[in-house]
């Protein structure tokens, strides 16, 4: 998947230095953090697909060399609307598959379990996992931004650091999506179809990389309240237009009660075994 699955050994000499070294909450948070770090840079398949995923990504659909019309009534090369739709639908795909697939893995193969059996609480454990993808979400957006902008010419008008903090907090609503995932599934045969359920409208309807102007009123209604749509106006409003948190409030908002849901049901159903 996007992202590199946990490391069986090396979250459990993780959490057995956890029982040795400070706090067990603290310590098992950080060595979470940093294991599942690890776990991503040493597959190689796993980091080639999920840091080169933008720049093929831009380099197929750059091909399309079409006009589009910002909202402001500026005609733009189809780049410029795609860059900022490619770094919303990244927070998605880093923060929802990389945490559902590797976690949903990890339960049933009883590493949860035998995490459990240690001193390390359940929320170090689950935090250090949500740091650790929030960390490649950044990593992934700051390189599909400068691919867009350097590599590829796009033109963005946005704060980069604003983009940057939409990306990673959106990232982490999708996280906290994977983990109900996780937490209502039986197996890890239930992840992939409640994936493409989420993956599917998302990818067609949010506007990350099709205008949504075209679509029925009804769909169009319907469509407006997902995740990624809010994420995707936010970081477009930001990014073609030049807006400010002011501009954004109501796709900030709606991102909130997601998250906010998301987690809380969430934290009430996943176990760790």
């Known amino acids: 998947m996007t992202v590199a699955t946990s490391d069986r050994a090396a979250t459990s000499t993780g959490m057995s230095t956890a029982r040795h070294v400070g706090s067990p909450a603290w310590a098992g948070f950080k060595a979470t953090i940093t294991n599942q770090v690890k776990a991503f840079y040493r597959e190689p398949a796993a980091l080639a697909f999920?840091?080169?995923?933008?720049?093929i990504l831009l380099l197929i659909l750059n091909s399309f060399n079409f006009k589009i019309t910002l909202p402001n009534g500026e005609t733009r090369p189809?780049?410029?609307?795609?860059?900022?739709?490619?770094?919303?639908?990244?927070?998605?795909?880093?923060?929802?598959?990389?945490?559902a697939f590797a976690l949903s893995r990890d339960k049933q193969r009883g590493v949860l379990r035998r995490i459990r059996a240690t001193p390390v609480p359940t929320i170090s454990f689950v935090g250090g996992v949500i740091v650790s993808r929030l960390i490649v979400a950044a990593l992934v957006?700051?390189?599909?931004?400068?691919?867009?902008?350097?590599?590829f010419g796009a033109q963005l008008e946005g704060n980069v650091a604003l983009?940057?903090?939409?990306?990673?907090?959106g990232?982490?609503?999708?996280i906290a999506f994977g983990i109900l995932m996780v937490a209502v599934s039986r197996s890890e045969d239930d992840i992939p179809p409640m994936f493409i359920l989420i993956l599917m409208p998302s990818l067609l309807f949010s506007g990350a990389f099709l205008d949504r102007s075209g679509l029925p009123d009804w769909l169009h209604w319907v469509t407006g309240g997902l995740p990624l749509t809010f994420l995707t106006d936010a970081v477009q409003q930001v990014a073609n237009l030049g807006g400010g948190l002011g501009?954004?409030?109501g796709d900030l908002l709606g991102l909130a009660i997601w998250g906010a849901v998301a987690t809380a049901i969430a934290g009430w159903r996943f176990k760790m075994a």
Not at 141 to 151: A, P
Not at 163 to 169: F, H, K, M, S, T
């Open 78 to 99: 189809y780049l410029d609307r795609l860059l900022p739709g490619m770094i919303a639908f990244n927070g998605m795909t880093v923060g929802l598959n990389s945490v």
């Open 247 to 249: 501009d954004i409030r």
């Open 163 to 169: 983009l940057l903090g939409l990306a990673v907090g």
């Open 50 to 55: 999920t840091l080169g995923q933008p720049l």
């Open 141 to 151: 957006t700051l390189i599909t931004y400068g691919s867009g902008v350097y590599l």
């Open 171 to 174: 990232a982490a609503v999708f």
